[in-house]
Structures are given as C-alpha cells and as structure tokens.
C-alpha cells in the first residue's frame, strides 16, 4: 500500500507562534490513524494542515502526485446549530457533491446516484426524506458520515466524532466507523477516548504539551511507556 501523507520534522502554529513541533508520521492507504492528544496539545491545528488549510512552519508535509486536500473528506464536530439544520437528510448528503461541482447549479445522475448508493451503505436509506434536526445525535452523525463519504471516498478525517453521543450510539458509530475502513477507507481520527483508540485503530499518534510523544502502530503504543502510562490512567478512571 502507498503512502498517502508523510510529515517530517512538522512544526505548525498561527500569527506567528509555534503550537506543535516535532511531528514525525505517515499514513499509508488502508491506515485507520488515531491522534490523541489533551486538549490544547495541537490536534486541531494539525487538521488545518491536513485539509491543506495552514501551511508548516517549518518541516515537511508531503503528498502523493495527484492527491489534493480536497480528496480527503472531513467530519467536523458539530455545532449546536448545526444540530438544528433545517434540511433533509438527502440534500444534507448530496451536498457532500458540491466540492466538485463548482457553480454547476445542480446535481448530475451520477452525484445523486452516489448519495443514494452512501446512504444505502451506510443503512440510513430509511431517513432520506426526513429532517435532519429530528434525528438522534447518533442518526445525525451517520449522516454526516455520508456526507463526508460523497466528499472523498478513500480518506476521512473526523474530529471526535462521538462526542455528545450515549454510548450505544457511540458503539454503534464505532463499529460503522471500522467497517468502512475494512472496506477501504482511510481513517484519521481524533480522539480523547483512549480505550476505543487502541481498539479500533492500526496506528497511533500521540501528541503531548506541543510535541509528539508517539507513532507507530497501536501493539507497539500499548508496549510503550506512553501508552502505559495513559492506560494506567484510563483504569484508575484518571481520563
């Protein structure tokens, strides 16, 4: 399998201040990469540089020819309006097309067929016609799961996706999360939940008070003194 992203000697930051250095990781196709980190320890300038939204200070983030920032779709965490988006679940969906569409006013055969075709895979074909602010918290996120999937096929990067969410939903999320990647999507995910990142994940990158602790794979971070110490915690309830 192919790299998909290398970053070395990664320093990132804003208006002139470093708030994360020393970042050295790749994720290659296939890769389901969870970050971990406090917050406050750079995780979300890290997505900025990943969606091709900041540029590094200093270091190296290198891409495959033909790979854009555009390729990898993003599920943010929501807001508390985003939560009551006046939409159907289809529009909300094949809106996740509009990236490539440009301002071409409508949506082609082809756009509308990939909505149905992600719906369908996602099991939420049932809520396409109803509005988005009546669903569950869960419902919702597998929605814009979708949305995010019409956006890029191969990679996703989603931002503590389960927040908010009890914990059947969390599981459920979870597990639909780590069939898509089985299938062939590239997951990157942040996270505070230690136990479902080395659950679920095939590589971790923990980052620290603005530099990173770990990369590897998730054997060799429960192997670790860091993964140690972070499980030790999650026991203790500490996390």
């Known amino acids: 399998m192919g790299n998909l992203l290398y970053c070395k000697d990664i320093s ?12 050295n990781f790749n994720i290659s ?8 980190g406090e917050n406050g ?6 997505i900025k540089a990943l969606l091709g939204l900041n540029k590094p200070v200093s270091g190296m983030l290198i891409q495959p020819a033909g790979m854009k920032a555009g390729d990898i779709g993003y599920l943010p965490q929501q807001t508390a309006v985003q939560r009551d988006f006046p939409a159907s679940v289809r529009e909300i969906v094949m809106s996740g097309c509009l990236p490539r569409s440009g301002l071409r006013p409508f949506y082609t055969k082809e756009e509308k067929q990939l909505a149905e075709s992600t719906m369908s895979r996602l099991g939420i074909t049932d809520l396409a016609p109803r509005c988005y602010r009546e669903l569950s918290g869960g419902q919702q996120q ?16 989603l931002d503590e996706p389960v927040t908010g969410l009890d914990p059947k939903a969390q599981l459920g999320l979870y597990e639909l ?7 062939g999507v590239t997951i990157i995910m942040v996270s505070h939940d230690f136990a479902a990142a080395t659950t679920y994940a095939s590589h971790i990158l923990h980052i620290g008070a ?3 602790l770990f990369f590897g794979t998730t054997e060799d971070y429960l192997a670790s003194d860091v993964g140690k ?7 203790s309830g500490d996390e």
């Open 41 to 46: 320890s750079g995780k979300s300038t890290l």
């Open 210 to 212: 603005h530099h990173q």
């Open 229 to 235: 110490m972070f499980s030790e915690r999650t026991v």
């Open 29 to 36: 196709e296939g890769d389901y990469l969870c970050i971990l």
């Open 142 to 157: 597998r929605v814009l799961l979708a949305r995010a999937l019409c956006a890029a096929q191969k990679v996703l990067l």
């Open 12 to 23: 990132l930051g804003w208006e002139g201040q470093t708030v994360v250095s020393g970042l």
């Open 177 to 183: 999360i780590s069939g898509l990647n089985k299938n």
